[in-house]
Every structure is written in C-alpha cells, then in structure tokens.
C-alpha cells in the first residue's frame, strides 16, 4: 500500500521568507500527486497536481510554485512567503486511474 | 468547469440522532468518493461508489449514488462521538478529474 512521508508537521515563518515543503511516495511507481492547502475550517483547495516527473499543473494563480524532480517526490516551495499562504497543506498521491486519494500527514504553516 | 456543492457546512447533532450530508455535481460524474477528516488530521478515504443508483454500507454509514450520478449522500444513523470531523464528498469526471466538496463539519454532543 501507499505510504506518504510529509515534513515538517508544524511550521512557523515570517513574512517574506522562503518555504519548502516536501512529500514523498513509497509503494507506488509512476503515481499522480497532488498539493492541497486548506484554510482553518475550510474545504480543500488544488494547488498543484503532477502526472509525471517534471509535469506540474497549477490550479490557481498564487504565490506558490511546485516541482517533481523524481517519481516519487514532490516539492511545494515560495520565494518570499505572505500572511495569506497560512494553512494546512496536503500532499495527496493517486495510483491507478479511479482509485482514491491517498493524503500525507500535513504540513501547519503559520505566517507571522 | 466541474463544481461540486455539499450540504450543509455545519451539522451539531445530539448523540444518537442521525445525519445526513448531501453532494451535488454540475456534471455526470465517473465516480464519487467520500473521505472523513478527523479534527487536526487529514482526510482518510472513505469508499467509492461508481454505479447509477448503488448504495453501499459500512456499519452505521450508508452511501447513496444518485440515478443520474450527479447527486450523492452520506447518512449516519446513530451518530456516536467517534463520527466527529468534516465529511467531504469528491467527483471524478471522465477527465479524471477529482473535485472535492466544501465539507460538512459535523459535531456530536455527548
């Protein structure tokens, strides 16, 4: 089965500063992977999806970018971090076609 | 594109009583899959459900796909306060595509 590896669990950054997030996957080859944020007491937003290495689709405009250097690893990273990239971010991996969403643990961003 | 809507946003019930979240999509849709995030933690699938129709249980929980595959609902009879967190639907479309719904929070008084 899918194994997730998410870090850091918690993290806490001032404005303007650097970000990187990364995930990686164990026990799938070649799979799809997601980036969702979501707000305190909110839905789930698509940030990033990548079909394949070196394959990144942006769902939204942001201050965000996203990059799959290997297989089983994505990153999710900002040059200069905003009070509004606060949230909860999820990486998500997806096998074969129809089966389900397999989500990390989250990262808690908080921007002071 | 596709939207996914999901009622209600909120739902405190007493312990014992049922709930019922609702899903409807803008599109006929492939599949549709239910996660349950606990409050602090992430979302956990639930179960799918592909056929026109189908309904399929897990103890307490019974899942419904509408006969136009463009509507769907999670019923939970009895709620205890181990069922506490947000229920999210999400719709596959032929694309591939999955779209989540807001969530339904629901909260259980003891």
């Known amino acids: 089965s899918q194994t997730i590896h998410q870090w850091p669990a918690t993290l806490v950054q001032p404005v303007g500063s650097p970000l990187s997030l990364e995930c990686t996957v164990e026990?799938?080859?070649?799979?799809?992977l997601y980036w969702y944020r979501q707000a305190a007491g909110r839905g789930l937003q698509l940030l990033f999806y990548?079909?394949?290495?070196?394959?990144i689709s942006s769902e939204v405009p942001q201050n965000l970018s996203a990059s799959r250097p290997q297989d089983r690893q994505f990153i999710l990273s900002s040059k200069k971090l905003l009070l509004s990239d606060s949230g909860f971010y999820l990486c998500?991996?997806?096998?074969?076609?129809?089966?389900?969403?397999?989500f990390g643990n989250g990262t808690r961003l908080t921007v002071t | 594109g596709q939207q996914v809507m999901q009622i209600p946003q909120y739902q405190h019930v007493q312990e014992g009583e049922d709930f019922t979240t609702y899903c409807n999509s803008s599109?006929?849709?492939?599949?549709i899959q239910w996660y349950k995030q606990r409050p602090g933690g992430h979302p956990v699938f639930l179960i799918q459900?592909?056929?026109?129709?189908e309904v399929k249980k897990q103890k307490r929980l019974t899942f419904q796909f509408g006969e136009a595959k463009k509507n769907s609902s999670l019923h939970i009879t009895a709620t205890q306060t181990t069922d506490v967190g947000t229920y999210f639907c999400?719709?596959?479309?032929?694309?591939?595509?999955?779209?989540f719904g807001g969530g339904t929070r629901l909260m259980v008084k003891p």
């Open positions: 026990g799938t080859s070649n799979p799809n």
């Open positions: 459900l592909v056929k026109s129709g």
């Open positions: 599109t006929t849709l492939s599949n």
């Open positions: 999400a719709g596959q479309n032929a694309g591939n595509m999955l779209t």
């Open positions: 990548s079909v394949g290495i070196g394959q």
């Open positions: 998500a991996c997806r096998g074969e076609y129809n089966s389900p969403l397999h």
